[in-house]
């Protein structure tokens, strides 16, 4: 079995909005639930960041502060004995790295930055964007099963995808999308529906 999670929103806070906060670029606060379109949401950022000068050295220092939410590091934990845990994020590697340490060392897929010389993003490499229901369909050819949980927009094709959707805080749309999926609103419920998701995988499995 594969616990396919999300991370902002669900393990940890948002990135770009404590960015924005930090450097006072009100470009950087905006996320997947303002704009949809995420390639033209990240040209935004890139854009905002080489107006005011900022370096992604300059942006790690403050992503790199980034704490998990509260039990998020031992929810990870009581999933392992039950499958293997990755997290599927639209964030990318340059900033989430030490978050994932910081998770129990969970495996992390995740997009990255490319720079000029001065250290200035000056584009990326999506690596999941559109890639989530690839990536779950992987495991799926590959014999597992997948459970899935995620909070916004972003997560859509990933939560389609797996066996066990779970909604996390999510946005009414995302309800509104998957009307049997269960909410959860906190990390100790989610694992019940990690939990029942393993054990309807081992009934139709015969154990
Ligand atoms: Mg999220």
Redesign the pocket.
């Known amino acids: 079995m594969i616990f396919a999670l999300?991370?902002?929103?669900?393990l940890a806070p948002?990135i770009w909005p404590a960015l924005g906060q930090h450097f006072g670029v009100p470009e950087f606060s905006l996320t997947?639930r303002d704009v949809a379109d995420f390639s033209e949401l990240m040209g935004t950022r890139i854009a905002a960041a080489r107006r005011a000068g900022v370096t992604l050295r300059q942006l790690q220092e403050i992503s790199h502060a980034v704490q998990p939410y509260l039990g998020a590091r031992e929810f990870i934990e009581r999933l392992r004995p039950m499958g293997n845990v990755v997290i599927i994020?639209?964030t990318f590697h340059e900033f989430s790295d030490p978050l994932a340490a910081r998770l129990g060392g969970v495996n992390l897929f995740a997009n990255r930055f490319d720079l000029d010389e001065a250290g200035l993003i000056r584009g990326f490499t999506l690596r999941i964007r559109g890639q989530k229901e690839r990536i779950v369909s992987g495991f799926k050819v590959a014999g597992y099963a997948v459970a899935a949980m995620?909070?916004?927009m972003?997560?859509r094709s990933l939560l389609a995808s797996c066996d066990f959707p779970v909604l996390y805080r999510p946005v009414q749309v995302l309800i509104d999308e998957f009307p049997g999926a269960p909410v959860a609103h906190d990390l100790d419920t989610a694992l019940e529906y990690m939990q029942r998701a393993r054990a309807q995988r081992d009934e139709s499995t015969g154990g």
């Open positions: 999300d991370l902002e929103g669900v948002e997947t994020s639209d995620g909070d916004s972003n997560d």
